[in-house]
């Protein structure tokens, strides 16, 4: 599976957009790009995944480039509860999902 | 429950104890998952089940490790002769699906094992 680079963290005032990058260079055509988060003291949470195509769903938006090789998760309106670690994950469909280190995401008031 | 269940949340263990930690997957979810994640980290794959079959336990860290799910429900971690190196979260995954696809990934909220 590709490996992906995410910043170690990032900053975002409540009520703005949250925009946290994750590049995948090395991805191969039938790897997906999923993102789960993590909050404090819980499991991980799937937020979204993508092939090609941009995505949308209740919690977030997926923008993925036109060469794959980088994405962008959107949370449009953060609040202090989205203050969590964000992996971005590359995976070609094997059942081993291997996690990084992620984005550490502070919403301050 | 509706969700993913893992007991007991914390557990404080004395070096070279034996400890067994409990995963409640989802009714119905084929795919069960064991992840180890260790303080500040991202979690660390261990082992994968499809119904009853352990497909994958290249994770696990030793020969102490071993993990079961005889009827391919309710799965059980082991780790014997506990070390301070195994103090981790255990978190407990599974999925609808088995197979090449297993989409996303159902957690529980995990195990804390403290080994002093």
């Known amino acids: 599976d590709a490996k992906t680079t995410q910043p170690t963290s990032m900053d975002c005032a409540e009520g703005r957009a949250a925009n946290l990058p994750c590049n995948h260079s090395t991805i191969s055509g039938n790897e997906y790009v999923y993102w789960y988060r993590q909050i404090h003291s819980q499991g991980p949470q799937y937020i979204i995944h993508?092939?090609?195509n941009n995505e949308t769903n209740e919690m977030a938006s997926l923008i993925i480039t036109e060469d794959r090789k980088s994405s962008t998760l959107i949370l449009p309106h953060a609040t202090l509860r989205d203050t969590a670690v964000y992996y971005c994950i590359v995976q070609s469909g094997g059942f081993k999902t291997i996690f990084g280190a992620g984005t550490r995401l502070f919403v301050k008031a | 429950g509706a969700g993913v269940s893992q007991s007991p949340r914390y557990k404080v263990a004395k070096r070279g104890q034996d400890v067994a930690l409990r995963c409640d997957p989802i009714s119905g979810h084929v795919s069960l998952f064991w992840y180890q994640q260790a303080l500040g980290q991202g979690p660390e794959f261990l082992t994968y089940?499809?119904?009853?079959?352990?497909?994958?336990k290249s994770g696990l860290p030793s020969d102490r490790f071993f993990a079961e799910r005889p009827e391919g429900s309710v799965s059980t971690l082991k780790i014997q002769r506990t070390q301070q190196e195994d103090s981790a979260v255990y978190l407990c995954?599974?999925?609808?699906?088995?197979?090449?696809?297993?989409?996303?990934?159902?957690f529980g909220e995990g195990s804390r094992l403290t080994v002093l």
């Open positions: 993508g092939l090609k």
């Open positions: 089940f499809q119904n009853e079959a352990q497909l994958d």
């Open positions: 995954a599974s999925t609808k699906r088995g197979g090449a696809n297993t989409g996303e990934l159902f």
